[in-house]
């Protein structure tokens, strides 16, 4: 059994080593041009991918013609993998039931009976029970392929021919879109309008030298290029500016953000429900719907109550807003931000450039290589058909001779043993007109009358000096695609059903960001609790009793305060910085909860100062251990990031050490030195970042505590024991100063901690 696995005789002489580096990239490179030139990438000329186009001219072969009768699509997809796509059958039927399906391609090229899927996503039934035949556009693409208006190559067994590309009388690379992924590069183009494609492309014709910008539709200019945008399918609102459009179409590279179009029912009593009408392109609706309502179970919609699938051959979704009172824009923005409601449809026009090159291009550029092979294709036509009129002319001649020489050729044909060498030398004819002759019925002597051959030479006479004219003018050929393309133009007019606009633009309506993010929370109370070690968690209600906290060993209560979770917590730190957490985002108040640490970049040797419920109508003053301060206003140090903001610069060993909200006219310093100074509020600056200015004048030591209050109203203290002192502003004379000044001992009952409220 050993002996069959050994080379043949001879040893190791077939034995070739290779360096297996070269031979992989060799492979590879090999893998990969494959997978782009006959998979992945479609050509710019047709729009189509290879097994697109082996469908179409399968079904070219087997005459299903628009007007023809429907056949099996698993005939069809057994020519297509018998004689020209060496794949599996359900890759090519996958293929085939797509270019069916209207909610996929815009302009449908197969016309489908059957069950071909739908919108849900649900597959198409097995390809014996559904038929298929060619659409209009398929016929477009295929016009003249009879013609020689494009070249053929052997297929894979070299037993048939097919079509290297199509003619495409249809604009289908952009019309229809295509998508694909190859070996390092990938294509993305979404569908488009033919109405305004070919307007665009009849622009270019006038206007070889034409821009991206003059192809796109310009209100302000009509008469220039008609591309609004793409136009897909399934409808929904484009929102994306003109300007980003455009940028797209110049580089090839860029995408559009499409929105679901709804509206709003009235139910009556003020009562109303949302309906969507349109989703987004390619967005499967019933995987769409179940993510809607995975959110709203796990509570992250909490503007809406219930949503609803009510559709029949139409897109029917009811979204049932959670009252009367909720915003139906902001429900929809919140809709939009956390679901495919708005979906990016990415656009990289990756093609095959003349069918060889893969390049991305730009529109114009797309719309230029289209036109140019439909002047080829006319070209190529209007040789076939030049050199038919010349067969044909000389076949005419023939007749004429035998017509005028009835007599004589019937005896050539009856006496001769070979008539055609005969007739050759008698009459000085072609070859082929001798064989035409001896070819003709006895039947048609009767009708080979001078006048009908004359009038029919006459005719292709004329026929041929226009061909021969056309072939010689450039300017003539370009009116003649011109005139093709109105053609089309007519048959896929917004006019018609197929042909009118079906996406719409819009500007995304200017939301509040805030009021958004507040309608994505839940809201419910909590009780925010943050320990001296700086562990974070967040117990559900209010509560106001917190001796009975469990910490780890060694840790306690830093600090403690109820709050919603809809709030943002502000998080101050010794050194200076502040970070934001949302109210939800908290770990939950079963254990410890977890280290700030983790959920922020904070710095080792920092601790937590303390953390209070943002109000953004709020001013603060904070204040380092050494006494220096400023009044800052909270929104400006909400950061979004781990890293948090720098607000109060401060340098070791001075610290971060008091946040004193910011309420009445003056404000009373307390140092560690027992001394205390009351100067006015206005004295202290506003700044959003810095290091502050000097509050209290210290020997050594520094700052103990910091009170705002309305001089009015006086200043007041809690002692330890819980009592009360109040001194109004008469009282507090020998205290009051200027900012920075020493100030006095503190006034008899005040606390010994040093602190304002015992």
């Given at each position: 059994?050993g ?11 077939n034995?070739?080593p ?7 990239e060799?492979?590879y ?6 997978t782009i030139?006959?998979?992945a ?7 189509l991918?290879?097994?697109?186009r ?18 099996k ?8 993998i018998?004689?020209?796509h ?6 090519v039927?996958?293929?085939l039931v ?7 391609q815009r302009?449908?090229v ?14 198409a039934?097995a390809?014996?029970?559904t038929e ?16 020689d208006?494009?070249d053929?190559r052997?297929?894979y067994?070299?037993e048939d021919q ?6 495409g009388a249809?604009?289908?690379l952009l ?15 979404p569908p ?5 494609l070919c307007?665009a492309?009849?622009y270019?014709?006038r ?9 796109l539709?310009?209100?302000?200019n009509?008469q ?6 793409p136009?897909?399918?399934t409808g ?10 455009i940028e797209?179409?110049?580089t ?5 953000r499409?929105?679901?179009?709804w509206?709003?029912?009235d139910?009556?009593r003020?009562?109303y ?7 987004p ?30 559709s029949a051959?139409?897109v ?5 807003p ?13 809709l ?10 990415p656009?990289?026009?990756?093609v095959l ?8 291009m730009?529109?114009?550029e ?10 080829e ?11 038919a ?17 009835i007599?004589?050729?019937?005896r ?7 008539p ?8 000085t ?19 080979l ?6 009038t029919?030479f ?6 041929k000096?226009?061909i021969e ?5 450039d300017?003539?050929?370009?009116q003649a ?11 896929f007019?917004?006019a018609?059903?197929l042909?009118?606009?079906r996406?719409t ?7 509040d960001?805030?009021a958004i993010q507040?309608?994505?929370i839940e ?16 117990l559900k ?5 917190t001796?009975?906290?469990q ?8 600090v403690?305060?109820p709050?919603q ?8 730190t010794?050194?200076g910085?502040?970070?934001?957490l ?5 770990p939950?108040?079963r ?13 080792n040797?920092?601790?937590v100062?303390?953390?209070?419920v943002?109000?953004?109508?709020r001013?603060?003053?904070i204040s ?5 301060g400023?009044?800052v206003?909270?929104?400006d ?5 781990r890293?948090g ?5 401060v ?9 004193v909200p910011?309420k009445?006219?003056?404000?009373a310093v307390v140092?560690?030195n ?6 006015p509020?206005?004295?202290?600056p506003?700044?959003?970042?810095g290091?502050?200015?000097r509050?209290q004048?210290y ?6 505590d910091?009170r ?9 203290w809690e002692d330890s024991?819980?009592?009360v ?5 008469d ?5 009051l100063?200027?900012?920075a000044?020493?100030g ?7 606390p010994?901690?040093?602190?304002f409220?015992?």
């Open positions: 059994m002996q069959s696995l050994l080379p043949p005789s001879g040893g190791d002489d034995i070739q290779v360096d297996l580096k070269a031979a992989l060799e492979r490179l090999a893998y990969a041009l494959s030139m006959h998979r990438l479609p050509d710019v000329r047709d729009g991918k290879p097994v697109h082996r469908i179409i001219h399968a079904m070219s072969e087997m005459g299903l013609r628009p007007n023809s009768s429907f056949k699509c698993a005939r069809i997809v057994g020519d297509v018998g004689k020209f060496p794949h599996g059958d359900q890759s039927y996958d293929a797509r270019l069916a399906q209207d909610f996929s302009y449908p197969v016309d489908g009976q059957g069950n071909f899927g739908n919108i849900d996503g649900d597959n039934a390809y014996r029970y298929a035949k060619m659409t209009e556009v398929a016929a477009l693409l295929l016009e003249g392929i009879d013609q208006a494009v053929f052997p297929t067994n070299e097919e079509p290297v590309v199509l003619p249809f604009p289908n019309a229809n879109g295509a998508s694909g992924i190859a070996v390092g590069m990938a294509t993305s183009i488009h309008n033919a109405h305004e307007d492309a009849l270019l014709i206007h070889p030298d034409a821009t991206v910008e003059d192809l539709f310009d209100p302000a009509p220039k290029g008609g591309i609004e945008g136009d897909l399918p929904g609102v484009i929102v994306e500016s003109r300007a980003s459009m797209s179409y110049r090839g590279r860029g995408g559009f499409v929105r679901a179009r509206v709003s029912e139910l009556g003020g009562g429900q949302i309906v969507v009408t349109e989703i392109y390619q967005v499967q609706k019933s995987r769409l719907i179940e993510k809607i309502a995975e959110l709203l179970v796990a509570r992250k919609l909490p503007l809406l109550e219930d949503i609803r699938d009510e051959e139409d029917r979704i009811v979204l049932v959670k009252s009367r009172s909720v915003d139906a824009g902001i429900l929809m923005e919140s939009f931000k956390l679901t495919e409601l708005e979906s990016r449809i656009l990289n026009m990756n450039s003349m069918g060889r090159v893969p390049r991305v730009a529109l114009n797309v719309l230029t290589e289209w036109l140019a092979h439909r002047r294709v006319l070209q190529r036509r209007s040789r076939h058909r030049l050199a009129i010349d067969r044909r002319l000389e076949i005419l001649g023939g007749y004429l001779v035998a017509y005028l020489n007599d004589e050729v019937i050539i044909i009856r006496e001769e043993d070979e055609k060498a005969v007739m050759i030398e008698r009459f004819l072609t070859d082929l007109q001798a064989e035409s002759i001896l070819n003709m019925r006895l039947r048609s002597l009767r009708k009358e001078e006048f009908e051959i004359r029919e006459d005719a292709l006479s004329k026929e000096a226009e004219a056309l072939l010689a003018s300017e003539k050929q370009w695609v011109a005139w093709e393309i109105g053609e089309v133009k007519k048959k007019a917004k018609t059903e042909g009118k606009r996406s633009f819009a500007d995304a309506p200017e939301a960001v805030e507040q309608a994505m809201k419910e109370p909590i009780t925010v609790v943050i320990s001296e070690k700086g562990w974070i968690r967040a209600g209010h509560i106001s009793d001796s009975s906290l910490f780890k060993e060694g840790d306690a209560l830093k403690a305060f709050a979770t809809t709030d943002k917590i502000l998080v101050f010794t050194g910085k502040v970070y934001t949302g109210g939800d985002k908290l939950g108040g254990g410890h909860g977890e280290p700030l640490r983790i959920m922020v970049d904070m710095e040797d920092q601790d100062l303390t953390a209070i943002h109000d953004p109508a001013k603060l003053i380092s251990a050494a006494g220096n400023f009044v206003t909270e929104s140090i909400v950061a979004n990031t890293k903001k720098q607000v109060m610069n340098s070791m060993p001075d610290e971060a050490k008091l946040v910011v009445g006219d003056y404000v140092g560690e027992r001394k205390m100074l009351v100067f509020l206005v004295q202290i506003e700044m959003s970042r290091k502050g200015v509050l004048r020997k050594d030591g520094g700052i103990s910091i705002c209050f309305t001089i009015a109203d006086g200043l007041t024991a819980g009592r002192f109040t001194k109004m502003k009282e507090l004379i020998e205290w100063g200027d900012r000044a020493a006095r001992t503190v006034p008899k009952g005040f010994r901690s040093g602190k409220n015992g």
